[in-house]
Protein backbone atom coordinates (compact mmCIF):
# COMPACT_ATOMS: atom_id res chain seq x y z
CA UNK A 1 0.00 0.00 0.00
CA UNK A 2 1.05 3.44 -0.90
CA UNK A 3 2.16 5.70 2.12
CA UNK A 4 0.31 8.58 2.96
CA UNK A 5 0.94 12.17 3.66
CA UNK A 6 -0.65 14.01 6.59
CA UNK A 7 -2.11 16.40 4.66
CA UNK A 8 -3.75 13.37 2.92
CA UNK A 9 -4.91 11.76 5.83
CA UNK A 10 -6.12 14.92 6.84
CA UNK A 11 -8.27 15.55 3.19
CA UNK A 12 -9.94 12.29 4.25
CA UNK A 13 -11.14 12.62 7.11
CA UNK A 14 -12.88 16.13 5.94
CA UNK A 15 -14.48 13.73 3.29
CA UNK A 16 -16.20 11.52 5.96
CA UNK A 17 -20.10 11.92 6.03
CA UNK A 18 -21.14 8.88 8.41
CA UNK A 19 -18.94 6.91 10.70
CA UNK A 20 -19.98 4.49 13.55
CA UNK A 21 -18.59 1.00 14.68
CA UNK A 22 -19.20 -0.97 11.36
CA UNK A 23 -19.57 1.32 8.95
CA UNK A 24 -17.30 4.53 7.34
CA UNK A 25 -18.96 7.10 4.52
CA UNK A 26 -17.12 9.43 2.48
CA UNK A 27 -18.13 11.76 -0.40
CA UNK A 28 -15.54 10.95 -2.77
CA UNK A 29 -14.29 14.03 -4.80
CA UNK A 30 -14.16 13.41 -8.58
CA UNK A 31 -10.43 12.57 -9.62
CA UNK A 32 -9.68 10.28 -7.22
CA UNK A 33 -9.64 6.67 -7.90
CA UNK A 34 -11.62 4.21 -5.65
CA UNK A 35 -8.95 1.57 -6.39
CA UNK A 36 -5.80 0.57 -8.65
CA UNK A 37 -5.51 2.32 -11.77
CA UNK A 38 -2.48 3.64 -13.51
CA UNK A 39 -2.32 6.86 -12.34
CA UNK A 40 0.65 7.10 -9.74
CA UNK A 41 -1.50 8.80 -7.05
CA UNK A 42 -2.54 7.67 -3.67
CA UNK A 43 -6.65 6.05 -3.80
CA UNK A 44 -9.41 6.42 -1.85
CA UNK A 45 -8.29 2.21 -0.89
CA UNK A 46 -5.09 3.80 0.00
CA UNK A 47 -6.35 6.73 2.21
CA UNK A 48 -8.09 4.47 3.96
CA UNK A 49 -4.97 4.26 6.09
CA UNK A 50 -5.78 6.94 8.06
CA UNK A 51 -8.49 5.04 9.51
CA UNK A 52 -6.61 2.27 10.39
CA UNK A 53 -6.37 0.35 13.94
CA UNK A 54 -3.39 -0.39 15.78
CA UNK A 55 -3.39 -3.97 14.97
CA UNK A 56 -2.89 -2.39 11.15
CA UNK A 57 -5.81 -3.52 10.22
CA UNK A 58 -7.93 -0.64 8.22
CA UNK A 59 -11.56 -0.52 6.46
CA UNK A 60 -12.04 -1.95 3.00
CA UNK A 61 -14.20 -0.57 0.47
CA UNK A 62 -17.95 -2.88 -0.48
CA UNK A 63 -17.76 -1.10 -3.49
CA UNK A 64 -16.39 1.45 -6.36
CA UNK A 65 -17.27 4.67 -7.92
CA UNK A 66 -15.37 5.42 -11.33
CA UNK A 67 -12.65 7.73 -11.04
CA UNK A 68 -14.24 10.93 -12.16
CA UNK A 69 -17.49 9.93 -10.58
CA UNK A 70 -18.11 12.11 -7.27
CA UNK A 71 -20.49 11.16 -4.75
CA UNK A 72 -20.82 8.63 -1.93
CA UNK A 73 -18.84 5.57 -0.77
CA UNK A 74 -19.26 3.05 1.84
CA UNK A 75 -16.44 0.98 3.46
CA UNK A 76 -16.53 -1.67 5.80
CA UNK A 77 -14.56 -1.32 9.25
CA UNK A 78 -14.56 -4.83 10.23
CA UNK A 79 -14.36 -8.14 8.23
CA UNK A 80 -17.96 -8.57 9.98
CA UNK A 81 -19.30 -5.79 8.46
CA UNK A 82 -18.14 -6.03 5.31
CA UNK A 83 -19.16 -9.71 4.86
CA UNK A 84 -22.73 -8.46 5.40
CA UNK A 85 -22.30 -5.49 3.01
CA UNK A 86 -21.24 -7.80 0.29
CA UNK A 87 -23.76 -9.55 0.76
CA UNK A 88 -26.54 -7.25 0.60
CA UNK A 89 -24.80 -5.74 -2.58
CA UNK A 90 -24.81 -9.46 -4.34
CA UNK A 91 -28.51 -9.80 -2.83
CA UNK A 92 -29.11 -5.85 -4.23
CA UNK A 93 -30.70 -4.67 -1.27
CA UNK A 94 -28.30 -1.47 -1.49
CA UNK A 95 -29.85 1.18 -3.39
CA UNK A 96 -28.24 3.62 -5.00
CA UNK A 97 -29.22 7.36 -6.41
CA UNK A 98 -27.24 9.03 -9.24
CA UNK A 99 -27.54 12.60 -11.01
CA UNK A 100 -26.30 12.83 -14.40
CA UNK A 101 -26.47 15.70 -16.97
CA UNK A 102 -27.13 14.11 -20.58
CA UNK A 103 -27.56 15.62 -23.84
CA UNK A 104 -28.97 16.74 -26.22
CA UNK A 105 -31.84 17.07 -23.83
CA UNK A 106 -34.31 14.37 -22.48
CA UNK A 107 -34.71 10.69 -23.60
CA UNK A 108 -38.20 9.32 -24.99
CA UNK A 109 -39.49 8.09 -22.49
CA UNK A 110 -38.39 10.49 -19.81
CA UNK A 111 -38.70 8.08 -17.44
CA UNK A 112 -38.01 4.40 -17.98
CA UNK A 113 -36.09 1.09 -17.38
CA UNK A 114 -33.30 0.25 -19.59
CA UNK A 115 -32.23 -3.85 -19.46
CA UNK A 116 -29.36 -3.78 -22.35
CA UNK A 117 -26.97 -6.84 -21.07
CA UNK A 118 -23.31 -5.65 -21.34
CA UNK A 119 -20.22 -7.17 -22.28
CA UNK A 120 -16.37 -6.43 -21.57
CA UNK A 121 -14.16 -5.13 -24.50
CA UNK A 122 -10.51 -5.10 -23.84
CA UNK A 123 -8.27 -2.88 -26.21
CA UNK A 124 -4.07 -3.49 -24.83
CA UNK A 125 -4.78 -2.59 -21.39
CA UNK A 126 -7.91 -0.71 -21.45
CA UNK A 127 -11.39 -2.53 -20.53
CA UNK A 128 -14.42 -0.68 -21.57
CA UNK A 129 -18.28 -2.02 -21.56
CA UNK A 130 -20.51 -2.43 -24.28
CA UNK A 131 -24.35 -3.35 -25.23
CA UNK A 132 -24.58 -6.92 -26.37
CA UNK A 133 -27.52 -9.20 -27.02
CA UNK A 134 -29.08 -11.68 -24.04
CA UNK A 135 -27.72 -14.66 -25.93
CA UNK A 136 -23.77 -13.21 -25.82
CA UNK A 137 -21.29 -15.74 -24.01
CA UNK A 138 -20.06 -12.59 -22.60
CA UNK A 139 -22.96 -10.83 -21.57
CA UNK A 140 -23.80 -9.50 -18.23
CA UNK A 141 -27.09 -8.63 -17.27
CA UNK A 142 -27.51 -4.92 -16.28
CA UNK A 143 -30.97 -2.87 -15.61
CA UNK A 144 -30.97 0.80 -14.56
CA UNK A 145 -34.08 3.01 -13.59
CA UNK A 146 -34.04 6.60 -14.95
CA UNK A 147 -36.45 9.51 -14.46
CA UNK A 148 -35.98 13.25 -15.95
CA UNK A 149 -36.13 15.66 -13.36
CA UNK A 150 -35.62 18.80 -15.67
CA UNK A 151 -34.95 20.00 -19.06
CA UNK A 152 -33.34 22.91 -20.81
CA UNK A 153 -32.68 23.51 -24.48
CA UNK A 154 -29.21 21.66 -24.45
CA UNK A 155 -29.51 19.14 -21.75
CA UNK A 156 -31.32 17.49 -19.05
CA UNK A 157 -31.22 16.58 -15.39
CA UNK A 158 -31.75 12.88 -14.58
CA UNK A 159 -32.12 10.74 -11.72
CA UNK A 160 -30.27 7.33 -12.29
CA UNK A 161 -30.69 3.86 -10.29
CA UNK A 162 -28.46 0.82 -11.24
CA UNK A 163 -30.12 -2.11 -10.15
CA UNK A 164 -27.23 -4.00 -10.69
CA UNK A 165 -23.89 -2.90 -10.49
CA UNK A 166 -21.49 -3.75 -13.77
CA UNK A 167 -18.32 -1.27 -14.37
CA UNK A 168 -19.63 1.95 -16.63
CA UNK A 169 -23.36 0.19 -16.32
CA UNK A 170 -24.93 3.86 -16.50
CA UNK A 171 -23.17 5.19 -18.95
CA UNK A 172 -23.14 2.95 -21.44
CA UNK A 173 -27.02 2.34 -20.88
CA UNK A 174 -27.52 6.05 -21.41
CA UNK A 175 -25.03 6.41 -24.44
CA UNK A 176 -27.04 2.84 -25.82
CA UNK A 177 -30.34 5.52 -25.56
CA UNK A 178 -28.84 8.35 -27.66
CA UNK A 179 -28.24 10.22 -24.26
CA UNK A 180 -24.32 10.14 -22.89
CA UNK A 181 -23.74 11.84 -19.82
CA UNK A 182 -22.22 15.06 -20.22
CA UNK A 183 -18.17 14.74 -19.89
CA UNK A 184 -17.87 11.06 -20.86
CA UNK A 185 -15.84 11.04 -23.50
CA UNK A 186 -15.44 7.53 -23.45
CA UNK A 187 -18.89 6.71 -24.44
CA UNK A 188 -19.65 10.12 -26.49
CA UNK A 189 -21.01 12.68 -23.99
CA UNK A 190 -21.15 16.53 -24.71
CA UNK A 191 -17.11 18.24 -23.77
CA UNK A 192 -18.77 21.38 -24.28
CA UNK A 193 -22.48 22.55 -22.96
CA UNK A 194 -23.56 26.10 -22.28
CA UNK A 195 -21.07 27.85 -24.21
CA UNK A 196 -18.24 25.76 -22.01
CA UNK A 197 -16.03 23.12 -21.57
CA UNK A 198 -17.83 20.64 -19.35
CA UNK A 199 -15.09 20.07 -16.59
CA UNK A 200 -15.17 16.51 -16.02
CA UNK A 201 -17.67 13.75 -16.23
CA UNK A 202 -21.27 14.97 -14.66
CA UNK A 203 -22.04 12.17 -12.88
CA UNK A 204 -22.70 12.11 -8.86
CA UNK A 205 -23.37 9.12 -6.35
CA UNK A 206 -26.47 10.92 -4.82
CA UNK A 207 -27.81 8.98 -2.05
CA UNK A 208 -27.40 5.30 -0.86
CA UNK A 209 -29.68 3.24 0.99
CA UNK A 210 -28.30 0.29 2.90
CA UNK A 211 -29.10 -2.45 5.33
CA UNK A 212 -26.63 -2.12 8.21
CA UNK A 213 -24.70 -4.62 10.16
CA UNK A 214 -26.29 -3.60 13.05
CA UNK A 215 -29.80 -4.19 12.56
CA UNK A 216 -32.19 -1.91 10.61
CA UNK A 217 -31.58 -0.04 7.50
CA UNK A 218 -29.40 3.63 6.90
CA UNK A 219 -29.61 6.17 3.88
CA UNK A 220 -26.53 8.40 3.66
CA UNK A 221 -25.85 11.08 0.69
CA UNK A 222 -23.48 13.51 -0.82
CA UNK A 223 -24.22 17.16 -1.53
CA UNK A 224 -24.30 18.42 -4.79
CA UNK A 225 -20.45 19.39 -5.61
CA UNK A 226 -19.96 22.42 -6.77
CA UNK A 227 -18.99 21.91 -10.74
CA UNK A 228 -22.17 20.17 -11.26
CA UNK A 229 -24.04 22.72 -9.18
CA UNK A 230 -22.58 24.94 -11.64
CA UNK A 231 -23.28 23.49 -14.68
CA UNK A 232 -27.05 22.97 -13.66
CA UNK A 233 -27.56 26.73 -13.21
CA UNK A 234 -26.08 27.51 -16.56
CA UNK A 235 -27.78 25.03 -18.26
CA UNK A 236 -31.10 26.39 -16.73
CA UNK A 237 -32.03 22.68 -14.87
CA UNK A 238 -33.38 24.05 -11.64
CA UNK A 239 -31.42 24.35 -8.42
CA UNK A 240 -29.13 21.78 -7.67
CA UNK A 241 -31.66 18.73 -6.93
CA UNK A 242 -31.84 17.59 -3.13
CA UNK A 243 -31.44 13.56 -2.53
CA UNK A 244 -34.20 11.72 -3.32
CA UNK A 245 -35.87 9.54 -0.71
CA UNK A 246 -35.31 5.66 -1.16
Known amino acids: MKEITADEAAFIRSRVVFEDEAVIAFDK ?45 LAAKTQPAAAFLGKALMGRRVRKTYLAIVAPGAPAPRDGRIETPLKRVSQGREVHMAPCE ?14 TLAVGDEAALMELRPYTGRMHQLRVHMAGIGRPIAGDSRYGGALVLGGAAVPRLMLHARAIRFPHPGGGARALDAPVPGDLAALIERLGLGAAAPATAL
Do not use: C
Open 29 to 73: PAGLSSQGGRIQAATLDDLLAAFARPNGKRPRLVHRLDRDTSGVI
Open 134 to 147: PDHPDAESAVTGYR
